[in-house]
């Protein structure tokens, strides 16, 4: 059966493709030129191929990746950074124990640090699985998506800078792989005062929407 939707859908994206071609003159040189950097960075040896900076600001390899790394942009409201600050976190499933109905968790929820202060995350992950440390909100034109992103694939490390704008503000950390957050992997940064606290914050704060187990519920 053929998608009545996906065949609008095609249509649209052909009718796009072709207006792009015939309006943009150079648009065939603008590709080639794209091509020939894209083959020319995976001439190198196969482990090479893997590693090294994409040109989204994304640094991968085996052991994962850093991703939107900003060390020397400061924010359009900030004249100066702050502080420089380091924050070490590890994740894993040991640290979900001591918060019943999580089954992962960082080993620690919380972060505070001053309004243009420049973050170093050194990221350990404890556990044989993929985790991540992840935040959003921040500014869209210095961080695509208003996000960096540490990941680890499987026990080990990874280290990544990042800079915060001055406004007072509760910035959201989490690990994205499926029902991880969900989980017990949500964390908060506080930049300066913040903003109140999210929900569902193992040890900090309480779900929007908690379990409920009625004790005097009967089970038929
Ligand atoms: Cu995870």
């Not at 091509?35 to 090479?48: A, M």
């Not at 191929?49 to 989204?56: D, H, K, L």
Request: one cysteine or more; aromatic letters at 8%; proline letters at 5%.
């Amino acid at each position: 059966m053929i998608n009545k939707n996906s065949l609008k859908l095609f249509s649209t994206e052909t009718l796009i493709i072709l207006s792009l071609g015939s309006s943009t003159a150079n648009s065939e040189d603008v590709f080639d030129t794209k091509h020939i950097t894209q083959n020319k960075s995976h001439q190198h040896s196969e482990k090479k191929a893997m590693e090294g900076v994409c040109g989204s600001n994304m640094n991968m390899d085996m052991k994962g990746m850093v991703m939107y790394e900003n060390k020397d942009k400061l924010p359009k409201d900030c004249k100066e950074i702050s502080e420089d600050v380091t924050i070490k976190v590890a994740a894993g499933t040991k640290y979900a124990e001591q918060y019943p109905g999580t089954v992962f968790g960082f080993d620690n929820h919380q972060w505070q640090v001053k309004p243009c202060a420049r973050i170093t995350v050194e990221f350990t992950n404890d556990d044989k699985i993929r985790h991540q440390w992840m935040i959003h909100g921040l500014p869209k034109y210095l961080y695509p998506e208003g996000m960096f992103h540490i990941e680890v694939n499987g026990s080990g490390k990874k280290t990544g800078t990042f800079i915060v704008p001055n406004s007072h503000f509760t910035y959201l950390v989490h690990c994205d792989i499926a029902q991880h957050m969900e989980k017990g992997m949500k964390a908060q940064l506080k930049v300066g005062k913040g903003r109140g606290d999210l929900p569902s914050i193992p040890g900090i704060s309480d779900p929007t929407f908690p379990d409920n187990f009625n004790k005097n519920e009967k089970i038929n």
